[in-house]
């Protein structure tokens, strides 16, 4: 399991974005979590980091399928929650080239939320 470190301001925070339940007692303190609630807490870089040495998060599905094929081949429901993780915003249509079309706009604005996701070129 990621041992995640908090790194923000706070004196204490309890974990709103991941749902893990875990609660940080200041800048410093450290908990493990989750693959997946490890992944979300990572996507604030300036509340929490991964621990020096700790095992990072698996990828997962969207992940994996956006490593091993190109944007083009993505099915309608896959562009959905690409546009969703990696860029937080929500796609309208239901044609699956109108939703390549939305976010081949999103990557030329380049307005990335979450840069772990990556598509094969």
Do not use: C
């Amino acid at each position: 399991m990621p041992s995640i470190e908090y790194i923000g301001r706070k004196p204490f925070v309890t974990d709103r974005v991941a749902h893990s339940g875990k609660t940080w007692k200041g800048k410093g303190a450290v908990a493990e979590v989750s693959d997946a609630q490890a992944t979300a807490l990572l996507r604030h870089p300036t509340e929490f980091r991964l621990v020096d040495g700790s095992e990072p998060p698996a990828k997962d599905a969207l992940q994996v399928a956006a490593e091993n094929k190109p944007l083009e081949k993505f099915t309608a429901g896959e562009l959905r929650e690409y546009a969703k993780r990696k860029f937080d915003k929500v796609l309208k249509g239901k044609a699956t080239a109108d939703l390549l079309d939305q976010v081949r706009e999103l990557e030329a604005e380049g307005a990335v939320v979450d840069p772990s996701i990556k598509a094969a070129d």
